[in-house]
């Protein structure tokens, strides 16, 4: 049978990315002899376009894939498709899984498939093609007139037994090209512990406990899935291991780490939890190729880790972590949240000084967002304690609760200082040449020319993130420096994709320096306009050579105008730094 599957990955993380629940159903799907075919919605298109896409793929059964902030809009596409097709609609994924009912009661869906969808999905595929009765299939939920019906889920299933996940359903060569050649791959699914606020408690439930929830593949599989990926993209830069929790097994972890180092030279990340790796462990992974580890730090707070999020970790213990990555030359991301109960500004100064202590390389910073069928979701009902915004809402970047310790605008205001030192320390962290101005952006004299229009920011253009300053036209950026002999600045520079499509022109880079009692002097200038040269979308990089003012003090200026006055010139000037000696090539990163 021709089935769809419907990714609306919109307003979410805006990126092309691999997802592997799809791809493994697409696998499963297509090993029982079914055509399946993926719509990737990452842009919001008008309800008729999207129906005209789903048209020409003529399928039979239509299935959506959605986490919860991605609901609303399955749910927009799904009603159209519903008036106008014949085709079936089934719906699965995260938010399906723990919220079953409030999706049903949406009317829309013919059928629910309740956690693990490979199976359930190829038995519904089979059973309606061949005209059988679907009725006893584990997993599906459906409506028979007013009444929801449904039927008790099967055990977690055996990774092993699975195809490799379909990896020609995702656009591959856009996933690589936007992801700087890093390949996503996960060894286990499920997560040994249970934090409030993630669905991992809910999941682990459901399947009966954390020891059947959490199940690794073995390494001869997923070596296999490796090398037949090398083998297709010679190109691979890194992998990224998915896994909620790389280091839950150290038996699996040495055997694994033997085996990889013998056969492949790609650096790889992974995701480690407090508690979870010692010393040795972490300097096996190195050895092995582990370049970078992301760690859910969460709050700087004890109280708040213990008793609201149900994270039992201590200070020292985060801070022995980090210690140990740097040790061993391993970069660090650090993962917080603000604005979950219990929160007040008191304890957002605590994560910001545990996070200053443990200096990570990146911080990802995010407001606590109530996920339903989570334990705290519910304590956030029952304090009352949710704003009216419903939990599907897109805005990420809003605090969702209301909380008696901290007021909305309070928390926005401390979430953008912590936001800008998080990039601040990231410049000082990962410093480039003999002076890397992001890095001493604190001690830059700022003339901007709107409100909050220079700022620290992370910016991808053309795949590639960058950390950057919008030094938003009409805006200045000075700094008192000595230069070195021979020295020279590197800089690239660009508009955020937001505004490639908006109205006017491009702007002027400028770089000036003025001596202690010398004129202003323009070094550099440059026009760009990525809105009407394709050329320039992407980061161009320039190095403009101040050898002529070697060993003077000088105040350097980066500067940006536009020539007509013009409001969409988002421009970005990346990690400007000063290096020493000739010209050289490359990236200014
Ligand atoms: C890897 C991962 C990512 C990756 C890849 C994202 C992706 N969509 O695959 C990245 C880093 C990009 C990411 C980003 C984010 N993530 Co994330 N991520 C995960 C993680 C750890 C694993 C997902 C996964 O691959 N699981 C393994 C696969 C096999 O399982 P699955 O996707 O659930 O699919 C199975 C079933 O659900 C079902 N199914 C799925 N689709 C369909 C469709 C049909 C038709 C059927 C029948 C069945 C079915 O069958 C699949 C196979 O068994 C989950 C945690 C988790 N356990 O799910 C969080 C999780 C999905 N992420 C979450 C969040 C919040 C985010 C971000 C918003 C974070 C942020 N602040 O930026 C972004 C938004 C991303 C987005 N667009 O989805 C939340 C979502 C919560 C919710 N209720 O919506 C989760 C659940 C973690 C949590 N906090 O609880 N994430
Ligand atoms: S350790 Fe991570 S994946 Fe596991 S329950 Fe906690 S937040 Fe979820």
């Known amino acids: 049978m021709r089935i769809l599957l419907i990714y609306?990955?919109?307003?979410?993380?805006?990126?092309?990315?691999?997802?592997?629940?799809?791809?493994?159903?697409?696998?499963?799907?297509?090993?029982?002899?079914?055509?399946?075919?993926?719509?990737?919605?990452?842009?919001?298109?008008?309800?008729?376009?999207?129906?005209?896409?789903?048209?020409?793929?003529?399928?039979?059964?239509?299935?959506?894939?959605?986490?919860?902030?991605q609901y609303q809009f399955a749910l927009r596409y799904a009603r159209a498709l519903k008036q106008t097709m014949k085709a079936l609609l089934v719906i699965g994924g995260i938010h399906a899984t723990i919220a079953p009912e409030a999706v049903m009661q949406d009317r829309v869906f013919d059928f629910l498939i309740r956690g693990?969808?490979?199976?359930?999905?190829?038995?519904?595929?089979?059973?309606?093609?061949?005209?059988?009765?679907?009725?006893?299939?584990?997993?599906?939920?459906w409506r028979e007139g007013e009444a929801i019906k449904s039927n008790p889920l099967r055990p977690p299933v055996d990774l092993d037994r699975l195809p490799f996940p379909d990896r020609g359903l995702f656009d591959e060569d856009r996933i690589l090209a936007e992801n700087y050649q890093q390949l996503p791959v996960m060894t286990s699914r499920g997560c040994l512990f249970s934090c409030s606020y993630c669905c991992n408690s809910a999941l682990k439930e459901l399947a009966g406990g954390e020891k059947k929830w959490h199940r690794r593949r073995s390494v001869e599989k997923v070596i296999e899935e490796l090398e037949l990926a090398h083998e297709r993209r010679p190109g691979l830069k890194s992998v990224i291991f998915v896994d909620e929790v790389f280091t839950t097994d150290r038996k699996w972890e040495r055997e694994f780490c033997e085996q990889y180092r013998e056969r492949f030279k790609t650096p790889f990340q992974i995701y480690v939890r407090v508690g979870t790796a010692d010393f040795e462990s972490l300097k096996r992974l190195r050895e092995s190729g582990l370049y970078s580890i992301q760690v859910g730090v969460e709050s700087g707070?004890?109280?708040?880790?213990?008793?609201?999020?149900?994270?039992?970790?201590?200070?020292?213990?985060?801070?022995?972590?980090?210690?140990?990555?740097?040790?061993?030359?391993?970069?660090?991301?650090?993962?917080?949240?603000?604005?979950?109960?219990?929160?007040?500004?008191?304890t957002i100064r605590k994560?910001?000084?545990l996070n200053e202590k443990l200096f990570p390389n990146h911080l990802h910073l995010a407001f606590y967002q109530p996920f339903p069928g989570t334990p705290l979701y519910e304590r956030c009902r029952a304090e009352g304690l949710m704003t009216e915004v419903e939990p599907t809402s897109i805005y990420l970047k809003?605090?969702?609760?209301?909380?008696?310790?901290?007021?909305?605008?309070?928390?926005?205001?401390?979430?953008?200082?912590?936001?800008?030192l998080g990039w601040l320390w990231e410049a000082q962290k990962g410093k480039q040449g003999y002076l890397d101005l992001s890095g001493i952006f604190?001690?830059?004299?700022?003339?901007?020319?709107?409100?909050?229009?220079?700022?620290?920011?992370?910016?991808?253009?053309?795949?590639?993130?960058?950390l950057s300053i919008l030094i938003h036209p009409p805006s200045a950026?000075?700094?008192?420096?000595?230069?070195?002999?021979?020295?020279?600045?590197?800089?690239?520079?660009?508009?955020?994709?937001?505004?490639w499509d908006q109205p006017g022109g491009g702007c002027d880079y400028l770089v000036k320096v003025k001596t202690r009692f010398g004129r202003e002097q323009t070094v550099f200038e440059k026009y760009l306009d990525p809105k009407h040269n394709l050329a320039e979308r992407r980061w161009n990089d320039f190095e403009v050579d101040l050898s002529g003012y070697g060993g003077k003090m000088v105040e350097l200026k980066l500067e940006t105008k536009t020539r007509n006055g013009n409001d969409y010139c988002a421009a970005f000037w990346s990690r400007p730094h000063l290096v020493e000696g000739g010209p050289e090539h490359g990236a200014s990163g």
């Open 116 to 141: 693990e969808g490979e199976y359930p999905m190829l038995e519904l595929a089979d059973a309606l093609e061949q005209g059988k009765d679907w009725r006893g299939i584990q997993n599906l939920w």
């Open 351 to 353: 994560t910001i000084k």
């Open 398 to 420: 809003q605090p969702k609760l209301n909380l008696p310790g901290i007021s909305q605008e309070r928390l926005k205001e401390v979430y953008d200082e912590f936001l800008s």
């Open 8 to 69: 609306p990955d919109i307003h979410t993380i805006q990126f092309y990315h691999f997802q592997h629940g799809l791809a493994w159903i697409s696998a499963t799907l297509k090993q029982g002899g079914h055509q399946v075919e993926l719509l990737y919605l990452n842009q919001e298109l008008s309800p008729e376009l999207a129906l005209e896409k789903v048209r020409s793929a003529k399928p039979d059964l239509i299935g959506f894939s959605s986490t919860t902030l």
């Open 477 to 499: 950026v000075s700094w008192k420096v000595k230069l070195k002999k021979g020295a020279r600045l590197r800089f690239g520079a660009s508009f955020s994709p937001d505004v």
């Open 442 to 466: 604190d001690r830059a004299k700022i003339s901007a020319g709107g409100e909050k229009f220079v700022m620290l920011w992370l910016v991808r253009v053309k795949g590639e993130d960058r």
């Open 301 to 346: 707070d004890e109280r708040i880790r213990r008793e609201v999020l149900n994270r039992k970790m201590s200070d020292e213990k985060i801070l022995e972590l980090f210690h140990w990555a740097d040790q061993l030359g391993i970069e660090t991301w650090s993962f917080n949240m603000v604005g979950m109960p219990g929160e007040t500004e008191q």
